[in-house]
């Protein structure tokens, strides 16, 4: 549970506020005093309380009325009414129409630091529960960077900097090269390790609806809003919000989110007042934001101010010693408590001289599916994906892989002389790969039929077809 909440105490007796704030505050709980509605809707517009004390009676407001209200426009907010004997009857009505609860003059000090810590515990659950359903990853454990080579352990250094401030952060790279990772790396290392971490997608967002998804909205503010509900700021405050993609964030939102970065508030839409947040913003992008801002498709102030601290991911092509390390990992993730997984040395050839360019996501699905081809717990280059497993003929050994072997068979077509015996048929050219993986599993026809991607029942029919064996 979050460690320190914020109270507002709301009387128009100068005293009761004053021993309200004394008594019931603590080093995990901030008590705020107001003696009128007027000023109670000004503290609330300026900052997040998570439970308020509410005298029934106040100056310029009825209480059940401003009760209602404030369940209305701070619907995660629990709200506890102080009333005298004689208005019992109203409290009750008042709990019907959302209250959290009721407790009557004079009051006992001890009774009502109960009923608040109890608001607070119900609110922050409640809270907890909304932000896990929009937190993608949520129960992801802490977050390394894999890698030895000079580029990721730059980027290392970088996240190691940066992530105890709260300055925003903006990560660069291709597609697949691990920025999502990266961002969970800064925020475990950061002081909101233990807070929200909400991660949204911004190519996800419909343009109608991004700026309700992002700031919320009131009832009524457009056709569909039935009710007010918060948005992922709400979600995400005092914690961490990832904006992946946001170059893809439509042009009419980028300025709301300019305000705040600037000002650390927003509006939810359809609604007049300012709520103030208190997020660390992280955010990523595979595009050039500098060429969209030429391009009049992102907004220059934005840009400048999300810019602040930059940390570029490395693609994989870029660092390819760091394959077995990445590999290594994968397989102990993927695996599914198969420990003794393990890539034989022709296979790893082959994903030392591929291109990858899906990075190491890329990398992380080429595992995945071979996990399921190996044999014997073993991942061999016929394991592989076509367009990796055709390198093996470049890395020695017999050439060919499943599926994709048959332009290394008719390259191999040549006499002891080195002349060629010209080009083969089709035909030719099959029953030459089926003899090529038979001999490369030594004749096991269960891992041949395996490799070549057929039933055991279709290699035993070209077998005979091939008059092969």
Not at 8 to 35: F, N, Q
Not at 222 to 235: I, S, V, W
Not at 324 to 345: H, K, M, Q, T, V
Request: aromatic residues 6%; proline residues 3%.
């Amino acid at each position: 549970m979050r460690t320190t909440y914020t109270v507002l105490a709301v009387d128009d007796e100068p005293s009761i506020g004053k021993l309200l704030e004394k008594e019931l505050s603590t080093p995990t709980r901030t008590v705020h005093v107001a003696t009128s509605a007027r000023q109670a809707r000004e503290r609330l517009r300026r900052a997040t309380y998570e439970v308020v004390v509410l005298d029934i009676r106040l100056p310029d407001a009825d209480g059940i009325e401003f009760m209602v209200e404030l369940r209305q426009r701070y619907p995660d907010t629990e709200v506890i009414l102080i009333t005298g004997h004689g208005n019992i009857d109203n409290a009750v009505e008042a709990m019907k129409l959302g209250a959290y609860d009721y407790i009557t003059k004079p009051f006992n000090l001890t009774e009502l630091e109960v009923v608040v810590e109890r608001a607070y515990q119900r609110a922050f659950l409640r809270n907890e529960n909304r932000a896990l359903r929009h937190a993608r990853d949520g129960a992801r454990p802490a977050v390394t960077l894999i890698g030895n080579s000079q580029g990721i352990k730059g980027v290392r250094y970088l996240i190691e900097k940066v992530a105890p401030t709260d300055v925003p952060v903006l990560i660069t790279g291709d597609s697949g090269a691990g920025k999502e990772v990266a961002a969970h790396a800064i925020q475990s290392l950061g002081t909101r390790a233990d807070k929200p971490f909400i991660i949204k997608n911004c190519a996800t967002l419909q343009k109608e609806l991004a700026r309700s998804e992002l700031f919320g909205h009131v009832r009524g503010s457009f056709t569909g809003a039935l009710e007010n509900r918060d948005g992922l700021m709400a979600f995400a405050n005092k914690g961490t919000l990832f904006l992946d993609e946001i170059g893809e964030l439509p042009v009419e939102v980028q300025a709301s989110l300019l305000r705040v970065l600037e000002n650390k508030t927003y509006r939810r839409v359809g609604e007049k007042d300012h709520r103030s947040c208190d997020i660390r913003l992280i955010f990523a992008t595979n595009r050039s934001l500098a060429g969209e801002v030429e391009a009049g498709r992102f907004h220059e102030a934005l840009y400048h101010r999300i810019n602040v601290f930059n940390i570029e991911m490395p693609p994989l092509r870029d660092r390819k010693e760091d394959i077995p390390l990445l590999a290594e990992f994968f397989l102990a993730r993927l695996g599914n408590g198969r420990d003794d997984l393990r890539i034989s040395d022709r296979a790893m050839a082959c994903l030392m001289q591929y291109g990858w360019p899906g990075n190491v996501r890329e990398l992380r699905n080429v595992l995945e599916r071979s996990i399921i081809l190996a044999e014997n717990n073993l991942i061999t280059e016929h394991a592989l994906p076509r367009e990796l497993a055709g390198l093996a003929g470049g890395v020695g050994g017999a050439g060919g892989g499943m599926g994709g072997g048959a332009a290394g068979s008719a390259a191999g077509q040549h006499g002891a002389g080195g002349e060629s015996q010209g080009p083969l048929t089709l035909e030719a050219m099959e029953r030459e790969h089926i003899a090529r993986i038979l001999e490369f599993y030594d004749n096991n026809r269960s891992l041949a039929a395996t490799a070549l991607g057929i039933s055991r029942k279709t290699l035993y029919r070209k077998m005979r077809e091939y008059d092969i064996g």
